[in-house]
């Protein structure tokens, strides 16, 4: 087996990994939400990663809307350095109840306002707010938001997604929730976790093609040398 041939081999496997993992990256680079411990009826820390897709501007201004159908008993803001941050409350249309408390009005927008340069070009922050009660039998959340740019830009995450559809270019930011599941059940099938991570799959997959390539030039036959 040639060694040169087989770390060739080996470095186009690499390279196809990385375009590949570059490629979903860049599909992702919009302003999302997450959560370490979101789950109906509870309290939770929403994050809320803010990408500046911009080569010369920087972002400036973030407005999160929360959901007025399932208002939020509770809204606590991360205090940031170089932002200040503002709180709207507004008067519902009809009373709602979140848990022992029933909500007559809620804070129906939260805005991050740079105090001085913003989220740089080409970089992220995160943004964070404790939130709750989250409403039960409640599949997801949308939060729409408004980013804007140095430069005046401004850009609305606030279409919505549609199951089975191509995701549009302005997503709003959408938190799922799931209830809380037993150490037991979470470990009765760990193959769909990674199986829902294309990431994961592509590196598996190279994995796969890079060892099938070493095995073919193994069993590859060996010239004889010629009789001195």
Do not use: C
Request: charged residues 20%; hydrophobic residues 40%; without cysteine.
């Amino acid at each position: 087996m040639s060694k040169k041939l087989f770390l060739r081999a080996g470095a186009i496997a690499a390279a196809s990994v990385l375009v590949l993992a570059g490629a979903t990256g860049s599909a992702s680079a919009h302003v999302s939400v997450s959560s370490p411990d979101a789950k109906p009826g509870g309290y939770a820390k929403l994050v809320f990663r803010v990408p500046t897709e911009s080569d010369t501007s920087s972002t400036t201004k973030l407005v999160v809307s929360l959901p007025k159908d399932h208002p939020f008993a509770h809204v606590g803001a991360q205090v940031k350095q170089g932002w200040k941050v503002e709180k709207t409350t507004e008067k519902l249309a009809t009373p709602v109840k979140v848990g022992d408390v029933t909500l007559s009005e809620a804070i129906t927008t939260v805005t991050w306002t740079a105090t001085a340069g913003g989220v740089p070009a080409n970089d992220f922050d995160e943004f964070a707010l404790s939130v709750g009660r989250l409403p039960e039998k409640v599949d997801s959340l949308s939060f729409p938001a408004v980013q804007t740019y140095s430069d005046g830009e401004v850009v609305k995450w606030d279409q919505p997604r549609t199951e089975g559809a191509d995701e549009p270019e302005h997503p709003a930011p959408a938190l799922k929730l799931v209830a809380a599941v037993t150490p037991v059940a979470a470990n009765t099938n760990p193959v769909d976790k990674d199986s829902s991570d294309p990431v994961a799959r592509w590196l598996g997959g190279a994995g796969l093609l890079l060892g099938l390539v070493g095995l073919g030039l193994g069993l590859r036959p060996r010239k004889t040398e010629k009789a001195q």
